[in-house]
């Protein structure tokens, strides 16, 4: 049994109580599991269920709780589950049910363009919900407090979102983040008989994540058609998605130096990011690593590639990567403009549920490959790397040694890695009938990955929920620029790197 | 200080000559439509498992406007027919030109008009309508030191006061449409539109989602097509140098192979 999926059968469980429910995800948070994903469902036309995953205290350790809710409102879990806020918010978006005592209930993706009835997911059966209300911006009161907003176009190469920062003089006292710009409604498009057309979906969620997310969707899949893919072919996955950990890694370094005006570090992480695209292309034939899977296994080019030609690449463009790092991060000027800005508290990252290089910047112990591990990790363990102040040095530090880290565990796992693992067959197939909920973790470079599925009776998709892990981190990001001045937020930005298209599913 | 120097000094040059060689043979550019496309029964294989619709069995022809180049068609005919080669140049004009079938398309080049305003150097407004971020990290890569489009006069610049056009990627979602339109107006006449991917040229995977408006075409007038999924820098880089006739090696003989 894979650590990294888990199936729950939903025919036999019965929904919770509200207040149950509140107990079980207060148990939960306080036992050591976080929340992988929270999201509603219409079973039948004017039925509402609330399905939260926990986990991840123990290896492979999963939880699902289901709460029946009435369509029009319940009251908030963010009270005992603050990570909860932006999914309840998701939820009033797409259902228009609305958490009452919600701290800042506003609307997540339908701007002010959309008709206020207008609810994706709810279906035209069920009784009409509330006209969504308009959204509110927190107003910040106080002499000289002034406002300066930001987005949705910004100046740089970069996705859309609107930042509108309450400032007092140059200082930040608050900034509030308006995402929903990149909304494509790709969780919709992700219901009906499973298929490849998922996995193609799946690439497109965040395009620098490509590996990660078509990595969680193929287990998903697999998991409940029954095909899983055999050891070779998950080694292959775990060796690009390491791959794509390195060279996204690398180009924030990149980036990070460009934030500051530290040209070598900028000119020569890009470079570099560039050959690490470059492997990717080799093994799978696009520079994001897409059409590596398939159901069952990889695509039919990719069983046969002779790993040493890799490796050799690899030693290359570990050598420039470590010795352009060591250079830029011992830099007295580089670290003198990191060091102590935009810091990022343990307990902050932790009550808000904060994944991925992001949250082991604060010291916060969170990795899917220990917690949640596919066959390749489990039997090849990475070591999670820590820091902890949490500010733009220890995240820099942070993308740094887990990039060295990722080419030892290479160097380890490719020549091992075999030359089999192609897949059964492509197409779409039918699941065995049944009620489930199918959940895959995988850690993608950004942090923790979730995609979940609930089946219905006769094997078809019901509702698919991605969790990306930027979902978990947008909101980290405002509580670190506060207190430092506006001028730092690119820099701060950078050093999250978050994805506004993962986020706005 | 001095190690960033000797660092720097020992990397070197990183510019990829043009035209550029060896992209890795599994790449998937360009595709070529073979015999069996047009007599054979690729094109109803091609149809049947294409994700976006890109290949019409009834015509012969594959849309690159709708193509994510995820090569199952290529899979499932088993290369006879359709085979997706590694060459980036794809450069197109018109929305029409990125269906290709029998006959192939004269590149696309720049207006005559636009050619002698813009020929020498042409400042860029990135817009990101949607999409996922992968053409948006294409187009960024497009000006790192491996590809550096700066030295054929191309760059992006902050405003679109500054620009003498937009280059846009994604389907453009209806939360984004304002800020584009927005964003064209605000660029000075003549200015010219580039739209790059298989999003902004049809909506791409995202196509018929309640949240899209299935490419850029519906809000403003496009010049230049870069069909990908994403496309290749290089694609990028050829595309917009070749539009203004200033590539100084091949052009592109449309897709199709005799």
Redesign the interface.
């Known amino acids: 049994m894979m650590r990294c999926v888990r199936i729950f059968d939903l025919a036999e469980s019965r929904p919770l109580a509200e207040d149950r429910f509140r107990e079980f995800l207060r148990e939960g948070i306080a036992g050591g599991d976080r929340l992988l994903a929270f999201f509603a469902e219409e079973p039948s036309p004017g039925r509402f269920l609330l399905h939260a995953v926990v986990g991840g205290s123990a290896p492979g350790r999963f939880a699902h709780g289901c709460a029946e809710i009435s369509g029009q409102a319940y009251s908030t879990f963010t009270d005992v589950c603050p990570a909860a806020h932006w999914f309840e918010r998701e939820v009033y978006d797409q259902f228009g049910i609305v958490p009452e005592g919600h701290p800042e209930l506003n609307p997540l993706?339908f701007?002010e363009?959309?008709p206020k009835r207008f609810f994706?997911s709810r279906s035209p059966e069920a009784p009409e919900a509330e006209p969504r209300r308009g959204y509110r911006f927190l107003q910040v009161r106080g002499e000289g407090i002034h406002e300066v907003s930001v987005g949705?176009?910004h100046?740089?190469?970069?996705?859309?979102g609107h930042f509108r920062f309450s400032c007092a003089g140059e200082t930040i006292q608050h900034l509030e983040i308006r995402l929903?710009?990149?909304?494509?409604?790709?969780e919709?498009?992700l219901a009906g008989k499973p298929g490849?057309?998922h996995l193609?979906?799946a690439e497109?969620?965040?395009?620098?994540t490509?590996v990660g997310h078509s990595n969680a969707c193929a287990r998903l899949l697999e998991a409940l058609l029954g095909r899983p893919a055999d050891p070779s072919a998950e080694s292959w996955r775990s060796i690009a998605l390491e791959l794509e950990r390195i060279a996204n890694h690398v180009g924030d370094l990149g980036g990070l130096a460009t934030d500051i005006g530290y040209l070598?570090g900028a000119?020569?992480f890009?470079?570099l990011?560039?050959q690490a695209l470059?492997l990717l292309?080799?093994?799978?034939?696009?520079?994001?690593g897409?059409?590596l899977n398939r159901i069952g296994g990889l695509?039919?080019?990719i069983p046969g590639t002779a790993p040493e030609p890799i490796l050799d690449r690899l030693r290359r463009l570990r050598v420039?990567a470590e010795?352009?790092g060591s250079?830029?991060l011992e830099?007295p000027s580089v670290v003198v403009r990191m060091e102590g800005t935009g810091c990022l508290r343990l307990r902050t990252a932790t009550t808000l549920g904060i994944v991925g290089p992001a949250g082991r910047a604060s010291g916060r112990d969170v990795d899917a490959r220990r917690d949640f591990p596919s066959p390749c990790f489990a039997e090849f363990p990475p070591t999670v790397i820590l820091q902890r102040e949490g500010d733009v040095l220890a995240r820099a530090r942070e993308r740094y040694e887990e990039m060295l880290e990722s080419f030892r565990w290479l160097s380890l796992v490719l020549p091992t890695a075999g030359a089999g693992g192609g897949a059964l067959s492509?197409?779409s197939a039918d699941a065995p009938s049944g009620r489930r909920l199918v959940v895959s973790v995988e850690e993608g470079w950004r942090g923790e990955i979730v995609h979940a599925a609930v089946v219905d009776e006769a094997g078809g998709i019901a509702a698919y929920k991605v969790v990306d892990p930027s979902f978990h981190n947008w909101p980290g990001l405002a509580f670190a620029v506060r207190e430092n001045v506006i001028s730092d937020f690119p820099l701060c930005n950078k050093s999250f790197n978050l994805?506004?298209?993962g986020a706005d599913l | 200080?001095l190690?960033?120097?000797t660092?720097?000094f020992r990397?070197g040059n990183?510019a990829l000559g043009l035209p550029p060689e060896g992209?890795?043979e599994?790449?998937?550019g360009a595709p070529r439509l073979g015999e069996e496309f047009f007599s054979g029964d690729a094109a109803e294989i091609g149809a049947m498992?294409c994700?976006t619709g890109a290949v019409d069995a009834g015509k012969r022809t594959l849309d690159l406007g709708r193509c994510?180049?995820?090569?199952?068609c290529e899979?499932?005919c088993g290369g006879k027919g359709i085979r997706?080669t590694p060459d980036p140049h794809l450069p197109f004009g018109t929305r029409e030109e990125l269906v290709i079938g029998r006959t192939p398309h004269a590149p696309a080049v720049a207006a005559k008009k636009l050619r002698s305003l813009l020929g020498r150097s042409l400042h860029l407004?990135?817009?990101?309508?949607?999409?996922?971020?992968?053409?948006?990290?294409?187009?960024?890569?497009a000006?790192?030191?491996?590809?550096d489009f700066q030295r054929f006069g191309i760059d992006?610049v902050?405003?679109p006061r500054h620009a003498d056009g937009i280059l846009v990627t994604?389907?453009v979602?209806?939360?984004?449409?304002?800020?584009l339109v927005?964003?064209y107006e605000a660029v000075a006449e003549p200015r010219i539109v580039i739209a790059i991917g298989a999003c902004a040229a049809s909506g791409?995977?995202?196509r018929?989602?309640?949240?899209?408006e299935d490419g850029v075409g519906g809000t403003v007038p496009v010049d230049l097509y870069i069909p990908g999924?994403?496309p290749?820098p290089l694609s990028i880089l050829y595309g917009i140098v070749a539009f203004f006739g200033r590539y100084p090696g091949r052009v592109p003989a449309g897709a199709a192979e005799p």
Request: net charge positive.
């Open positions: 993706r701007h363009g959309w994706p949705p176009v100046a740089g190469v970069i996705e859309p929903g710009y990149q909304h494509k409604g790709t919709s498009l490849y057309r193609i979906l497109s969620i965040s395009g620098d490509a070598f000119a020569h890009a470079h990011r560039g470059g292309t080799t093994l799978t034939g696009n520079r994001y897409r059409g695509a039919p080019r420039d010795k352009g250079i830029m830099a492509g197409g994805s506004y298209s | 200080m190690e960033a120097f660092g720097r990397v990183t992209l890795p599994r790449y998937r498992v994700p994510v180049f995820c090569g199952y899979e499932a997706f407004r990135e817009v990101s309508a949607g999409g996922c971020n992968g053409c948006d990290l294409e187009a960024q890569a000006g790192n030191p491996n590809f992006f902050a405003s994604g389907p979602t209806k939360n984004m449409k304002e800020g927005k964003t791409g995977i995202f018929g989602s309640h949240a899209v999924c994403p290749h």
